[in-house]
């Protein structure tokens, strides 16, 4: 089992960037697979990013291609997200959450566990 814990969250102006970590407990960081998702008001959860647990190659959606970059420190037990050139459409409560294996789900019911949120607030 894993403990997720985010941070990172505010309030920032559109085009400015934020900088997500997830820290997990347990000493198997490293068998999980990560993701990051978002929810904003009104709408479902979405899929972010994610990365995969030891060759850490990263998937993300296209709304944040090229803007959000997911990276992961199994030394720290710690997940990151970094978002530049943010946009008020990015404003969500964004969840960190952890998936046992290889494969890393693009679907939030996929996910095992998950943190309960930061948010973050995108003014225009």
């Known amino acids: 089992q894993v403990h997720l814990v985010e941070s990172g969250g505010g309030l920032v102006q559109a085009g400015g960037s934020l900088r997500l970590s997830c820290a997990a407990s347990?000493?198997?960081?490293?068998?999980?697979?990560m993701g990051w998702f978002r929810q904003a008001p009104g709408k479902e959860r979405e899929f972010v990013a994610n990365?995969?647990?030891?060759?850490?190659?990263?998937y993300y959606s296209d709304s944040v291609k090229g803007r959000f970059t997911i990276s992961r420190d199994n030394a720290k037990n710690t997940v990151y997200l970094q978002m530049n050139s943010l946009k008020p459409e990015d404003t969500a409560v964004y969840y960190c959450?952890?998936?046992?294996?290889?494969?890393?789900?693009?679907?939030?019911?996929?996910?095992?566990?998950w943190g309960k949120g930061t948010l973050v607030t995108v003014s225009s």
């Open positions: 959450a952890a998936r046992q294996g290889m494969v890393v789900p693009t679907t939030p019911g996929a996910m095992d566990y």
């Open positions: 347990g000493r198997t960081f490293s068998s999980y697979g």
């Open positions: 990365i995969r647990r030891t060759d850490s190659i990263t």
